[in-house]
């Protein structure tokens, strides 16, 4: 298992365009985890996934904003009509089910638009 | 709603020096606590998890403990090198399924 994997890596867009990434997680975890880090910020929570259901999303989360977990598998984020505001790095993470199971994050997708 | 503050901010020290970092949450009711490092431009690497029934959990020269009654964790770093630069953030896990992350401590190891 090589971990939490996303992609692409950066993503350079310009204001307007629609972008989508995608993350996948470690194969035997269910739960799926989206987060937003601007810079010298903590990561803010965006939306969570158990298998392929969204269970819950964040204020952040505008209508511009959609994600997605076909069969629980990988996930994809997609942003519409990016705005300048949008620029952050995009943090996916998975864990287990469970109090006792910590979260493992992936290398994250730097989005910066311009 | 659940507030993690850190601080220091930013440190600095020499390297081999023993250091503290700082963690405080707003609520006790945490199911687990987890330490992270981030280097620049990089995902975040898991370092500790504490559950909520235990004090403290070590690895190699970092340790970490925790205190619900008072809010607080701590991460100590023993006989730091400069391998160790990097941005630490703590997280709590409350219910809600998320995690509250800190806004991290700027760790630089001078040699």
């Known amino acids: 298992d090589t971990g939490v994997s996303q992609n692409p890596r950066h993503k350079i867009t310009k204001r307007g365009q629609n972008v989508t990434f995608r993350c996948d997680p470690i194969?035997?975890?269910?739960?799926l985890y989206w987060y937003r880090q601007t810079l010298g910020q903590g990561p803010e929570f965006l939306t969570y996934?158990?298998?392929?259901?969204?269970?819950?999303k964040s204020r952040l989360l505008s209508d511009r904003f959609s994600a997605e977990r076909p069969k629980g598998s990988f996930s994809t984020l997609e942003i519409q009509r990016t705005e300048q505001g949008d620029s952050a790095m995009y943090l996916c993470a998975s864990s287990l089910s469970g109090s006792s199971y910590g979260y493992t994050f992936g290398s994250g997708t730097r989005l910066t638009v311009v | 709603k659940q507030e993690v503050t850190q601080i220091p901010a930013a440190l600095s020290v020499p390297e081999g020096e023993n250091l503290v970092l700082n963690c405080s949450f707003t609520d006790s009711a945490i199911y687990n606590l987890q330490w992270f490092r981030q280097d620049p431009g990089k995902g975040l690497t898991s370092l500790l998890l504490i559950q909520s029934s235990q004090r403290e959990q070590t690895s190699g020269r970092l340790n970490a403990s925790l205190d619900k009654s008072s809010g607080r964790s701590t991460l100590y770093i023993a006989a730091s090198q400069p391998g160790d630069s990097a941005t630490y953030l703590c997280a709590s896990h409350n219910a809600g399924n998320m995690l509250t992350f800190g806004g991290g401590t700027r760790l630089m190891v001078k040699p």
């Open positions: 194969s035997e975890h269910n739960r």
């Open positions: 996934f158990q298998n392929e259901a969204q269970l819950e």
